[in-house]
């Protein structure tokens, strides 16, 4: 019969007064209640220590879960907050040559707009451009980080 660890603890004991009560019958058959008390006093000591050290690893593993998951979390964000700048970055490199083409009110009006929408727009090398197809792709190729790294899947793709 399985014992829980409390009953277990309870049942050495037991056992341990069993052999001092019964210490001169047991020495009067050969058998050493000195000995046997060291064995078992160790074994529970150690069992003691072992669930104390136990019951600590669960405490600090609730807080590194906590730490890991906001971690995790920030890292998420940011991961993505620097895929919007790539995106968007490449929108401000587009307005910025077409201000120095187009001086005055527009240009400046389509930098102002950059500007304001730089920080989160996912549209910075064109919405549906191959461009941004293959940059969206980073948030859907999580499953596969192997292949994440590879510098000729961000190249725009010619539709020949």
């Known amino acids: 019969m399985a014992r829980?660890?409390?009953?277990?603890?309870?049942?050495?004991?037991n056992?341990?007064?069993?052999?001092?009560?019964?210490?001169?019958?047991?020495?009067?058959?050969?058998?050493?209640?000195?000995?046997?008390?060291?064995?078992?006093d160790a074994l529970i000591q150690r069992t003691a220590d072992l669930e104390a050290t136990q019951e600590?690893?669960?405490?600090?593993?609730?807080s590194t879960t906590a730490a890991l998951e906001a971690s995790d979390?920030?890292?998420?964000?940011?991961?993505?907050?620097y895929l919007d700048v790539l995106m968007a970055g490449s929108?401000?490199?587009?307005l910025l040559e077409a201000r120095r083409h187009e001086p005055g009110p527009v240009g400046a009006?389509?930098?102002?707009?950059?500007?304001?929408r730089a920080g989160g727009l996912m549209a910075g090398v064109g919405k549906g451009t191959d461009a941004a197809?293959?940059?969206?792709?980073?948030?859907?190729?999580?499953?596969m980080p192997e292949n994440s790294h590879r510098d000729?899947?961000?190249?725009?793709?010619?539709?020949?």
């Open 152 to 160: 000729d899947e961000l190249t725009p793709k010619s539709k020949d």
């Open 15 to 40: 056992i341990r007064g069993t052999i001092r009560d019964l210490r001169g019958e047991l020495e009067g058959k050969g058998l050493d209640p000195d000995r046997m008390f060291e064995i078992i």
């Open 73 to 81: 979390l920030d890292l998420d964000r940011l991961a993505s907050g």
């Open 133 to 143: 197809k293959n940059l969206q792709h980073l948030r859907s190729r999580i499953r």
């Open 4 to 13: 829980t660890r409390t009953e277990t603890m309870g049942f050495a004991q």
């Open 56 to 62: 600590k690893l669960k405490r600090d593993l609730v």
């Open 109 to 116: 009006a389509a930098f102002r707009l950059v500007e304001v």
């Open 91 to 94: 929108l401000v490199r587009l």
